[in-house]
Nanobody, 120 residues
Framework: QLQLVESGGGLVQAGGSLRLSCAAS????????MGWFRQAPGKSREFAAH????????DYADSVKGRFTISRDNAKNMVYLQMNSLKPEDTAVYYC?????????????WGQGTQVTVSS
């Protein structure tokens, strides 16, 4: 199985930037797509960004498009979410997730989440 651990969350002012990291361990012989989701207080979890195994395909929610960038380094078993021009509405717990194939858009492995708080 695959274990995912997020890090890099914290408090940032509106307009600022933050980079989240997700470290994967426990599986080295399968190719898997990854994504970032977020969940604000009182709201359901929502999709933020997706990246295929090789990085040739990326996808973003309209709410973050142009501001967030997802990337990965498979040699390090890491995926990143660079967040720029942050807004208070970006405040949420951010979760890293992995699918079971190179282009999967359904995720079966999840991290514990990291809190991102954007102040106005």
């Amino acid at each position: 199985q695959l274990q995912l651990v997020e890090s890099g969350g914290g408090l940032v002012q509106a307009g600022g930037s933050l980079r989240l990291s997700c470290a994967a361990s426990g599986r080295t012989f399968s190719r898997y797509a990854m994504g970032w989701f977020r969940q604000a207080p009182g709201k359901s979890r929502e999709f933020a960004a997706h990246i295929s195994w090789s990085g040739d395909i990326t996808d973003y929610a309209d709410s973050v498009k142009g501001r967030f960038t997802i990337s990965r380094d498979n040699a390090k078993n890491m995926v990143y979410l660079q967040m720029n021009s942050l807004k208070p509405e970006d405040t949420a717990v951010y979760y890293c997730a992995a699918g079971n194939s190179a282009y999967a858009r359904e995720y079966v492995y999840w991290g514990q989440g990291t809190q991102v708080t954007v102040s106005s």
